[in-house]
């Protein structure tokens, strides 16, 4: 029998390195737009988990609290969400899954890792030239996001703020 005579901080990296590679690996699966659910933003129940963020007008979210209540915009639920899917298309590393009924839901990749993270965004008419809101971003993977979906949805709500 060969015996190697191996340091342990080289095993220990070489075992970090299999690991990493791993992680890395599940995290490049590929959603089909086809089978992606949007979410129920009424009954929404919440993973309680430090990587996710939600938005919902007041009384909206019936079985959840969210982290920030939504405003109401004086435009249309048509013109805001046009506007959303413009704001969308043009950040960078972003893939609509999915737009209809006024429902969004976008993959987000972050750009060292490609670690993914999902957005849904509900446009909801509340006269006919008012609209508000729901948004609730959440990473695949993991349990902490340094607040990556908290500053992703506080940046799209800057934005909105801006434009509106």
């Known amino acids: ?10 095993r220990k990296l070489n075992a970090s390195i ?16 086809s089978q992606v659910k949007t979410i129920n933003f009424k009954d929404i129940k919440r993973r309680n988990r430090p990587n996710e963020y939600l938005v919902c007008p007041k009384d909206f979210c019936r079985r ?8 109401t915009y004086d435009v249309s639920s048509g013109e805001l969400f046009t506007w959303f899917i413009s704001l969308i298309e043009s950040m960078p590393r972003t893939t609509i899954l999915s737009k209809r009924n006024r429902h969004l839901v976008v993959e987000f990749r972050s ?10 965004v509900l446009v909801i008419p509340v006269e006919a030239d008012r609209s508000t809101l729901a948004i609730y971003s959440r990473s ?5 996001d340094f607040n990556a979906n908290q500053k992703r949805v506080k940046e ?6 801006k434009y509106f």
Not at 2 to 10: D, L
Not at 64 to 71: N, Q, R, Y
Not at 111 to 120: C, G, P, R
């Open 1 to 10: 029998m060969i015996k190697y005579n191996t340091p342990g901080w080289v």
């Open 18 to 33: 299999i690991i990493f590679g791993a992680v890395l690996m599940l995290n490049t699966s590929v959603l089909i737009p």
């Open 64 to 71: 959840a609290i969210p982290d920030e209540l939504s405003e």
């Open 111 to 120: 750009k060292l890792f490609q670690f993914s993270d999902l957005v849904d």
């Open 140 to 144: 695949k993977l993991g349990y902490y």
């Open 156 to 161: 799209l709500l800057r934005r909105l703020d």
